[in-house]
C-alpha cells in the first residue's frame, strides 16, 4: 500500500492543481487485503486518488512482482515506460525522495516559451535515460523555430551549471549529449535540475533527475 497522506499532498494534490488532468496517481495494495480494509485505509488517510485492489495478484496486475513487495514508487509515461523506480536506488524503509519523484514527473511535462507556430502539437523534449547516474541524450524540436540551438543545465537556485551551442538546428530540431559533468568538466551532485532547449528565439524546459 503507498503511504496516503504524504503523497496526497506532495504529489497527487500537488499535479492536480499545476496540471489538471495530466498526472494520474494510483495506490496499489500489494498485500492483497480485502475491500473493507482498503475503505479503511482510505478513510483513515483520507486520500482521494484510486486506490487498487490486490495490486500483488495476477488480477491487480502482479505490481509486487513487477516493481517489488514493499514501498516502492514508480513514475511512468503515457506510453507505459517506466521512467522511474524507487527500489532500484533506495532500500526499503527509505524511498519516498520527493524531489526525484517530482523531478521525474516534470521531466514528461513540457513548459514551451514564445510563440507557438503551427503545429505546435509537436513540440518535444526527450531527455534519456531520467533520472541517470551516466551520460544523458537530450532532443528537442521546436517546429517553424530557426536559428542556433542551445542546452542548458541549471541547478534550482537558478546557478547554471552547463551549457553547449550545437550550432544551426535542422528543421528545428537538435541533439546533444551531456556527460554529466559541469562547465569545469566535475560531476555535478545528486538532485534535480532544470534543463532548457532553445533553438532561436524559442525554447522548452524541463526538469531531470541526477541519482548518486
Do not use: C, K
Request: glycine share 12%; aromatic share 10%; hydrophobic share 35%.
Amino acid at each position: 500500500m503507498t503511504d496516503g497522506p504524504s503523497v496526497e499532498q506532495d504529489i497527487s494534490q500537488y499535479y492536480e492543481a499545476r496540471y489538471p488532468g495530466l498526472v494520474r496517481v494510483l495506490g496499489p495494495d500489494l498485500w492483497n487485503g480485502t475491500s473493507s480494509q482498503l475503505t479503511t485505509f482510505q478513510q483513515v488517510t483520507g486520500v482521494t486518488f484510486p486506490l487498487l485492489l490486490q495490486g500483488g495478484s495476477s488480477a491487480g496486475g502482479d505490481l509486487a512482482t513487477l516493481y517489488g513487495p514493499y514501498d516502492n514508487y514508480v513514475v511512468i509515461n503515457p506510453r507505459g515506460i517506466v521512467r522511474y523506480h524507487a527500489a532500484l536506488t533506495w532500500p526499503h524503509g527509505n524511498r519516498y525522495h520527493l524531489a526525484e519523484i517530482r523531478g521525474s514527473i516534470d521531466s514528461l511535462v513540457p513548459t514551451v516559451a514564445g510563440v507557438d507556430p503551427p503545429g505546435a502539437s509537436s513540440v518535444r523534449f526527450a531527455a534519456n535515460p531520467n533520472p541517470s547516474a551516466g551520460a544523458t541524450e537530450f532532443e528537442w524540436a521546436l517546429p517553424g523555430a530557426t536559428g542556433p540551438a542551445w542546452i542548458e543545465v541549471f541547478d534550482l537556485t537558478g546557478r547554471r551549471v552547463w551549457r553547449i551551442q550545437t550550432g544551426g538546428a535542422s528543421a528545428g530540431e537538435a541533439h546533444v549529449r551531456w556527460d554529466g559533468g559541469d562547465e569545469s568538466g566535475a560531476p555535478v551532485r545528486a538532485g534535480v535540475y532544470l534543463v532548457r532547449a532553445s533553438i532561436g528565439e524559442r525554447s522548452i524546459t524541463r526538469r531531470i533527475v541526477r541519482l548518486r
